[in-house]
């Protein structure tokens, strides 16, 4: 775990391109970033959201990402770097807009829309029910390319037909609190497609490349509040629709005190072999 742990943060540390090493255009800021090292057979598409969000920080850093809006029209492989193109759209004093490309040799893998928005104080309420306990120790799960404590009381890999809803609680080791949309991004993309697969019978996530093959499309993230991830947080999540060959599942991300901070949405592929 540790070993898995300290990739991934290296991972989120982009390398600045010289202007000289890369044409570009104004207002644009060109970095580079390493993979993971994963037994996957593609780029895990989390550590592409975290790489969006490190490079819309570091292209703004007096600003936090307010949103994200991801593409993923092309599966990136693992043993190229991913380059960067950060393009400022807008700059204010409040908020600013950044869109980002992310290539390999094979050309564009994955695109996405940020904004950024200064801290600003305001009206603060919500609506969120009351949440239960982390569930104990012995509810940990091993989600494999989720690099710290993951608990739940559901079971993705169960293929008996339930309702398609999952709770995961996690909670990383102590990191630096401007690391946290990163690293939530990054979790955010792995267990959606296993819980659109829950109320099918005889079919979990465990079947992908057999009864079915999936990819995700694109991914949304809205950050509500400042948190940290080295707290219990709660990813609670529903899907409500399978149709025409795709999937869609949201989620909202809770402290344990029931702080609302985040908010996610996901659509990808899926398509069952017959």
């Known amino acids: 775990m540790a070993d898995l742990w300290s990739d991934l943060l290296s991972c989120l540390e982009l390398n600045g391109v010289p202007a000289g090493a890369a044409t570009r ?3 644009t800021t060109v970095l580079e970033g390493r993979n993971q090292d994963l037994s996957y057979h593609r780029l895990f598409g989390g550590q592409l959201l975290g790489q969006f969000v490190r490079a819309a920080c570091q292209v703004c850093p007096d600003k936090a990402v307010k949103s994200l809006h991801a593409l993923f ?5 693992n043993d190229e770097l991913v380059s960067y193109e950060v393009v400022k759209q807008h700059e204010g004093r409040s908020f600013a807009t950044l869109s980002v490309v992310a ?10 829309s940020l904004s950024m928005h200064a801290p600003e104080g305001g009206l603060d309420r919500q609506t969120a029910p009351a949440l239960p306990a982390v569930p104990g120790a012995e509810h940990e ?9 993951t608990r739940t009381t559901g079971d993705l890999d169960d293929r008996a037909p339930t309702r398609p809803e999952l709770d995961l609680w996690m ?4 990191v630096a609190a401007g690391l946290a949309p990163a690293l939530l991004a990054y979790a ?12 099918l019978e005889g079919i979990s996530q465990q079947d992908a490349g ?5 990819a995700v499309t694109s991914h949304t993230l809205w950050f509500h509040r400042p948190f940290r991830t080295d707290s219990w947080l709660l990813l609670r999540q529903q899907s409500p629709v399978v149709a025409h060959g795709r999937c869609y599942g949201r989620g909202d991300v809770l402290t344990e005190g029931a702080s609302l901070v985040a908010s996610y949405a996901q659509e990808a592929l899926l ?3 017959h």
């Open 141 to 149: 799960v091993d989600l494999g390319m989720i690099p710290w404590q």
């Open 188 to 199: 955010t993309d792995l267990t959606l497609i296993g819980t659109a697969l829950r109320p």
């Open 25 to 27: 255009a104004e207002n």
């Open 73 to 77: 029209p092309k599966e990136g492989r």
């Open 103 to 112: 290539r390999q040799s094979r050309g564009v893998i994955a695109t996405a």
């Open 171 to 174: 909670r990383t080791p102590s």
């Open 210 to 214: 057999t009864a079915f093959v999936s």
């Open 271 to 273: 398509r069952f072999q």
